[in-house]
């Protein structure tokens, strides 16, 4: 009984309290208007949401690196990620005849024709090189091709300039990816000419020649095909089938990182990923006092979460999204708004921080 009454007091008081608050808002209220003030609310804060490279990125797990011959590898692991789709690649659609690439009519430097005949999404990377047609080419943008399409127009860029003859109907692979700083060219729209100028420095600068100016013709040398071999059997040990993507420096300085929404998307591609790392350090090996460690790596992935954040258009399926700021520069292709790949690159030269 007494608990009983303890209780009704207790919700007696509170109501009354409850009024009380009320009268006293209300009676502040009528003041105001009696004043001729108005009752400014104070504005709800901006709800800030997480662009999709910057939440995939916010997920990911840098582990230790690996150094060898001036390159640093930081493998790279992603948690609560699902990427939606399992995309064939570019090597394995060529192979199955599941998608045609062509010239567009009689040929236009800039622009390629693909169609995906198969019932899958057909992920083609920007810099992966296309042999045939009146030259050899690189897509300027990653694609993703929805299934059964209609033949779609790419930009492009020349990989081969002294040559515009046609060596066949249809261009094919021989598993090659520009390299890194090719990469970042087309990454920051540069003229033709420019990608023209950085293959030749480093054709210089691995003392490679090529009659027609063809970049797939270096990465073919004997040589030059035997060291990127020695570079893949070093840094494939390190990442395995859970690893999707890595962080990587040049003679101790961040040059790039490349991350895929997932796992058996980037264990197919890890070979020419890190072959266009590797190809860039070969003719320029440096002693460092001591390669980077893992929390510079990471502190250079999380620039991107900082970032300024828009989209654009692409030809296929998806949108491109780029977040540019604080010092770094990433460019992903975006499908229900995951990240399918991403490369980042810095705006300028980013050492590591001095331990």
């Not at 199955?96 to 990377?125: D, H, W």
């Not at 209609?150 to 020349?158: N, Q, R, V, W």
């Amino acid at each position: 009984m007494k608990r009983r009454t303890f209780l009704a007091v207790a919700i007696s008081a509170t109501c009354f309290g409850i009024v009380d608050a009320a009268e006293l808002k209300s009676d502040y209220q009528k003041e105001q208007q009696q004043r001729g003030e108005r009752t400014v609310r104070p504005p709800r804060p901006p709800i800030r949401r997480m662009n999709p490279i910057a939440d995939m990125v916010g997920r990911c797990q840098v582990l230790n690196g690996h150094h060898y011959r001036g390159l640093t590898v930081f493998p790279v692991q992603l948690r609560g990620y699902e990427l939606g789709i399992s995309p064939l690649t570019l090597d394995e659609a060529l192979r199955q005849n599941a998608i045609v690439i062509t010239e567009k009519g009689t040929g236009q430097v800039p622009v390629l024709r693909v169609q995906n005949r198969s019932g899958q999404y057909v992920f083609v990377m920007s810099g992966e090189i296309l042999v045939g047609g009146k030259q050899n080419r690189i897509l300027r943008e990653d694609i993703l091709l929805p299934p059964h399409c209609a033949p779609i127009e790419l930009p492009a860029y020349c990989v081969e300039q002294g040559r515009w003859v046609k060596k066949a109907e249809t261009f094919k692979t021989d598993g090659n990816l520009a390299s890194s700083k090719i990469r970042l060219r087309a990454q920051k729209a540069a003229g033709q000419n420019e990608i023209w100028s950085g293959i030749a420095e480093t054709a210089k600068e691995l003392k490679q020649k090529s009659a027609t100016g063809d970049f797939n013709t270096v990465y073919n040398q004997r040589d030059v095909a035997k060291k990127l071999g020695e570079y893949r059997e070093e840094f494939c040990r390190i990442l395995p089938r859970q690893i999707v993507g890595i962080v990587v420096a040049r003679n101790g300085q961040f040059v790039a990182a490349d991350l895929f929404g997932n796992a058996s998307l980037f264990y197919k591609l890890r070979g020419k990923v890190l072959d266009s790392y590797a190809i860039d350090v070969l003719g320029c090996v440096r002693r460092i006092p001591a390669p980077p460690d893992r929390n510079a790596a990471e502190q250079f992935l999380r620039r991107v979460l900082s970032a300024g954040y828009h989209t654009q258009g692409t030809p296929g399926a998806g949108t491109i999204g780029r977040a540019v700021g604080n010092g770094i520069d990433a460019k992903g292709l975006i499908f229900s708004n995951r990240v399918t790949h991403v490369s980042l690159f810095p705006a300028a030269t980013i050492l590591p921080m001095l331990r």
